[in-house]
C-alpha cells in the first residue's frame, strides 16, 4: 500500500506540474507582473524612508538571538539539564561543533580566537538567505502612488488592498526584502572579513606582517629578487582590495540572481513548479554562506602563516 501510495504522489505531482506549465502561460495576462528593481525599495517612517533590506538585517539578526538564547538559557542559568543537552539546546550545540570542527580542518591552532567572527559569518548568511523564502517577503508591502500608466489598478477584498493585472496608478514596495540582495550588506561583510584578516595576521606575526605588502627591505637589498619581492608585495596588496570585490559581487549577485527568479518562476508557473526552484535557493543559500565563510577562513589561515620570505 505504501508503495501504491507513492506511485500515486508522483503521478499527481507529475500531473499538477503538466498543469502548470499548459495553464500557467494563458494566464499570464490576470498576472501581476513582478517589478524588480537592483537598489532596495525605501518606504516612509515618520520623517526619513527606510530600506527594506535592513529590516531583512534586523530580522536576521532576531531570529539568531532568539534562537541562541533560547537554546543556551539552560547553559547561562547553570542549571543541571545543561549537562544532557536535549532539544534547541542540542541542535545549537550540533551547530557549532560541527562548525568548529570543519573550521579548524582549514584555519588549523589559531582556530579558536577566530571561530566566533567565522561562525558568526555562516548563520547570518544563511539566515539572511533562508528567510528570504517565507512568505511575504517581496510581495507584502505599501501601496504608492505612481504615475499613470506606469502601474497597476488596485482592488479591496475587505482591509486588504492588492494590485491587479490592469493599468493604473499604484505600486507595490515590500517591507521586507533578502538582506544580500542589497550590495551594501555584502560590501559590508567582505570589509569586515578583510580588515579582521590584518587583525588576526597582525596578532600572529605582529608589526611585520606588513611587510608582505610593503617589502622595503627586499628593495633596499637590491638584485632582481629584491624587486620582484617588492613588487609582489605590491600585487599581494592589490589582492586584498579584490577580494572585497569577489567577496562582495560573489554573494550580491547569487542571491538576487535567485530572488529574480523565484518572482519570474512564480509569476510564470505558479503551480508546482516553483517548488523545485525554492529547494534550489535553500541549496544555493546554504552554499553562498559556506563559501564565504570558507574563503574568509582560507584567507586568515594564509595571513597567519609565517611569511618569511618577506622579512
Same mark, same amino acid.
Given at each position: 500500500?505504501?508503495?501504491?501510495?507513492?506511485?500515486l504522489?508522483?503521478?499527481?505531482?507529475?500531473g499538477?506540474?503538466?498543469?502548470?506549465?499548459?495553464?500557467?502561460?494563458?494566464?499570464?495576462?490576470?498576472?501581476?507582473?513582478?517589478?524588480?528593481?537592483?537598489?532596495?525599495?525605501?518606504?516612509?517612517?515618520?520623517?526619513?524612508? +527606510?530600506?527594506?533590506?535592513?529590516?531583512?538585517? %534586523?530580522?536576521?539578526?532576531?531570529?539568531l538571538?532568539?534562537?541562541?538564547?533560547?537554546?543556551?538559557?539552560?547553559?547561562?542559568?547553570?542549571?543541571?539539564?545543561?549537562?544532557?543537552?536535549?532539544?534547541?539546546?542540542?541542535?545549537?550545540e550540533?551547530?557549532?561543533?560541527?562548525?568548529?570542527?570543519?573550521l579548524? /580542518? %582549514?584555519?588549523?591552532?589559531?582556530?579558536?580566537?577566530?571561530?566566533?567572527?567565522?561562525?558568526?559569518?555562516?548563520?547570518?548568511?544563511?539566515?539572511?538567505?533562508?528567510?528570504e523564502?517565507?512568505?511575504?517577503?517581496?510581495?507584502?508591502?505599501?501601496?504608492e502612488?505612481?504615475?499613470?500608466?506606469?502601474?497597476?489598478?488596485?482592488?479591496?477584498?475587505?482591509?486588504?488592498?492588492?494590485?491587479?493585472?490592469?493599468?493604473?496608478?499604484?505600486?507595490?514596495?515590500?517591507?521586507?526584502?533578502?538582506?544580500?540582495?542589497?550590495?551594501?550588506?555584502?560590501?559590508?561583510?567582505?570589509?569586515?572579513?578583510v580588515?579582521?584578516?590584518?587583525?588576526?595576521? +597582525?596578532?600572529?606575526? /605582529?608589526?611585520?606582517?606588513?611587510?608582505?605588502?610593503? !617589502?622595503?627591505?627586499?628593495l633596499?637589498?637590491?638584485? %632582481?629578487?629584491?624587486?620582484m !619581492?617588492?613588487?609582489? /608585495?605590491?600585487?599581494?596588496?592589490?589582492?586584498?582590495?579584490?577580494?572585497? %570585490?569577489?567577496?562582495?559581487?560573489?554573494l550580491?549577485?547569487?542571491?538576487?540572481?535567485?530572488?529574480?527568479?523565484?518572482?519570474?518562476?512564480?509569476?510564470?508557473?505558479?503551480? +508546482?513548479v516553483?517548488?523545485a526552484?525554492?529547494?534550489?535557493?535553500?541549496? +544555493?543559500?546554504?552554499?553562498?554562506?559556506?563559501?564565504?565563510?570558507?574563503?574568509?577562513?582560507?584567507?586568515?589561515?594564509?595571513?597567519?602563516?609565517?611569511?618569511?620570505?618577506?622579512?
Amino acid at each position: 500500500m505504501k508503495r501504491v501510495g507513492k506511485i500515486l504522489l508522483v503521478i499527481a505531482l507529475i500531473g499538477l506540474c503538466v498543469f502548470s506549465c499548459v495553464i500557467g502561460p494563458f494566464g499570464q495576462k490576470w498576472v501581476v507582473q513582478p517589478h524588480i528593481q537592483m537598489a532596495p525599495e525605501t518606504f516612509p517612517v515618520g520623517p526619513i524612508r +527606510v530600506p527594506n533590506t535592513l529590516l531583512g538585517v %534586523i530580522i536576521a539578526d532576531l531570529v539568531l538571538i532568539g534562537l541562541f538564547a533560547a537554546g543556551t538559557r539552560h547553559i547561562r542559568a547553570g542549571r543541571p539539564e545543561a549537562m544532557v543537552p536535549r532539544g534547541l539546546q542540542n541542535l545549537m550545540e550540533t551547530i557549532y561543533e560541527f562548525l568548529a570542527n570543519f573550521l579548524r /580542518g %582549514i584555519v588549523g591552532e589559531r582556530a579558536e580566537k577566530m571561530l566566533p567572527l567565522l561562525i558568526t559569518f555562516f548563520l547570518f548568511i544563511l539566515v539572511a538567505n533562508w528567510i528570504e523564502l517565507f512568505p511575504g517577503f517581496d510581495t507584502v508591502g505599501l501601496i504608492e502612488h505612481v504615475h499613470e500608466g506606469e502601474g497597476h489598478a488596485v482592488r479591496h477584498v475587505g482591509p486588504l488592498v492588492f494590485l491587479t493585472h490592469e493599468k493604473g496608478e499604484y505600486t507595490l514596495v515590500p517591507y521586507l526584502r533578502a538582506a544580500n540582495t542589497d550590495l551594501n550588506v555584502p560590501l559590508a561583510l567582505a570589509l569586515i572579513s578583510v580588515f579582521m584578516t590584518q587583525v588576526y595576521g +597582525v596578532q600572529a606575526l /605582529g608589526w611585520g606582517y606588513f611587510y608582505r605588502f610593503i !617589502n622595503i627591505k627586499a628593495l633596499t637589498r637590491g638584485g %632582481i629578487m629584491g624587486i620582484m !619581492n617588492f613588487l609582489v /608585495g605590491l600585487l599581494e596588496t592589490l589582492s586584498e582590495f579584490t577580494k572585497i %570585490i569577489s567577496f562582495s559581487f560573489r554573494l550580491f549577485g547569487n542571491i538576487f540572481a535567485g530572488m529574480v527568479l523565484l518572482l519570474v518562476i512564480t509569476s510564470l508557473l505558479p503551480f +508546482v513548479v516553483p517548488v523545485a526552484f525554492y529547494i534550489l535557493e535553500v541549496f +544555493v543559500g546554504a552554499v553562498q554562506a559556506l563559501v564565504f565563510t570558507m574563503l574568509t577562513a582560507a584567507f586568515t589561515a594564509v595571513a597567519t602563516a609565517g611569511h618569511g620570505e618577506h622579512h
